[in-house]
């Protein structure tokens, strides 16, 4: 956008320092430049490469292996604590972990599926996603 006489758009001037840090936000942002895959990996833009061919295939494998592994209501939570506990501060964070922390472990079928299955070492069976859990209510609040 540089490149076009254009500014840092739609909140990248605030989302990329966090995610690449202040001195690859400034390089991309004020260069313009395309970044290839592993440039974008080495600076944390992504987490993962793969040859085009093979792209897919991991993707899959990837989505799947959470959908088999995670209770949806556990990936619910886990990605609203990792996009708005950074905006808090850290005692804010915490406080709200542990919260939700205490939630999850005395309420929470999944965690108790969750530990017998490993007892067991057999395939969880988590219960679909319920917008009405005591701990999904909670992390909304976030």
């Known amino acids: 956008f540089a490149r076009r006489g254009l500014i840092a758009e739609h909140g990248t001037s605030w989302s990329l ?49 959470i959908a088999a592994n995670v209770p949806p209501l556990s990936a619910a939570v886990i990605k609203r604590q990792v996009v708005r506990h950074p905006l808090m501060s850290a005692e804010g964070a915490l406080r709200s972990s542990n919260t939700l922390m205490a939630i999850s472990t005395s309420d929470n079928a999944d965690f108790k599926e969750g530990v017998r299955s490993f007892v067991e070492k057999r395939a969880p069976k988590f219960r679909p996603f319920d917008p009405a859990a005591k701990i999904y209510i909670e992390a909304s609040k976030l």
């Open 17 to 65: 320092p966090h995610l690449v840090g202040m001195g690859n936000a400034m390089d991309l942002l004020l260069t313009g430049r395309v970044v290839l895959a592993e440039e974008a990996k080495e600076m944390g833009l992504v987490q993962k490469v793969f040859p085009p061919e093979k792209l897919l295939e991991e993707t899959l494998r990837y989505a799947q292996d």
